[in-house]
């Protein structure tokens, strides 16, 4: 049976997208069925991983609010035993459009039912923002993945999430827990950076993960590739972190494997290669 973990945080710009896909990647390059779905209408993730707008046809919209089957809109990726279920702009109706709807916090639970023999891990990137999308995500999820970022803001923010985590496991989804924490953009050189992350270490203990991911910009250019960051440079600090973050996401389970030969990365892109969606990206992944 798959595991279905979401990965949310109302807060923008704590690498949420970034983790979903190289954690995802990652786990594909160790040899685990994996899928990604894209409820985020900004379709960050999609367009990270080379599936830009206007090639879409058929995205998550069409499962939400048509009953469109889940196998009609799953795209591969460039990562062997990685597959997508890519979103739209479109998606930004849903709220309006469901409001009304019977069950309509569960509609991506009910188009989930039988892919879970067909993957290990299922990921679901969750919009900033706890909206009708995110519910979806957490009725259907095993477990809650959050990033976070090491700043004063970011501590309430996490408090807000627990707390909703809490009622939904009373309301909607009794098995929901709670993954771990992540924490992303780290830079250990500064005072408030390092009291943060105590902070956190200290409230969450064990749930805390032990590995960081860093600043790095090499994990910021892959998505204007299309590429995950382990496909993009896989000797990066960032693409490192995330198959570090991967062995300790399975060690958790009492898991170890090793990377599959067939789902080797591929060597550093071009500085001239054009980009994937048709832009750059010279700072730091912001979602």
């Not at 188009?111 to 009725?139: G, M, Q, R, S, V």
């Not at 896989?234 to 570090?244: D, E, F, M, P, V």
Request: glycine share 6%; with cysteine; proline share 6%.
């Amino acid at each position: 049976m798959a595991q279905v973990i979401a990965i949310a945080n109302q807060k923008g710009g704590v690498g949420k997208t970034t983790t979903a896909i190289n954690l995802a990647a990652s786990l594909a390059h160790l040899g685990q069925e994996t899928l990604l779905i894209d409820m985020d209408p900004q379709s960050n993730l999609s367009s990270g991983l080379g599936i830009v707008g206007e090639k879409v046809t058929k995205h998550i919209y069409h499962v939400l609010l048509q009953d469109a089957p889940l196998e009609d809109i799953l795209r591969e990726t460039c990562v062997e035993w990685l597959d997508v279920a890519p979103s739209h702009i479109d998606l930004y109706g849903v709220e309006v459009e469901l409001v009304n709807a019977e069950n309509r916090e569960k509609r991506l639970k009910t188009a989930l039912e039988k892919f879970h023999k067909a993957y290990k891990y299922i990921f679901i990137d969750c919009p900033p923002a706890l909206n009708l999308l995110t519910l979806n995500a957490l009725a259907c999820a095993d477990s809650v993945l959050i990033p976070m970022q090491c700043e004063y803001y970011a501590l309430e923010g996490l408090s807000l999430l627990v707390r909703t985590i809490d009622r939904m496991r009373g309301a909607l989804n009794p098995r929901l827990q709670l993954e771990g924490v992540l924490v992303t953009m780290y830079d250990p050189r500064t005072n408030l950076v390092q009291q943060v992350h105590q902070e956190v270490k200290k409230f969450f203990g064990n749930k805390l993960y032990q590995t960081t991911i860093p600043r790095n910009i090499r994990l910021a250019e892959a998505p204007s590739y299309g590429k995950p960051v382990l496909s993009y440079d896989k000797n990066s600090s960032g693409a490192l972190a995330y198959l570090g973050l991967a062995k300790e996401f399975l060690g958790r389970r009492g898991l170890s494997v090793e990377p599959h030969e067939d789902s080797a990365a591929e060597p550093p892109a071009s500085p001239a290669e054009p980009a994937a969606n048709g832009s750059s990206a010279p700072g730091e992944v912001s979602s």
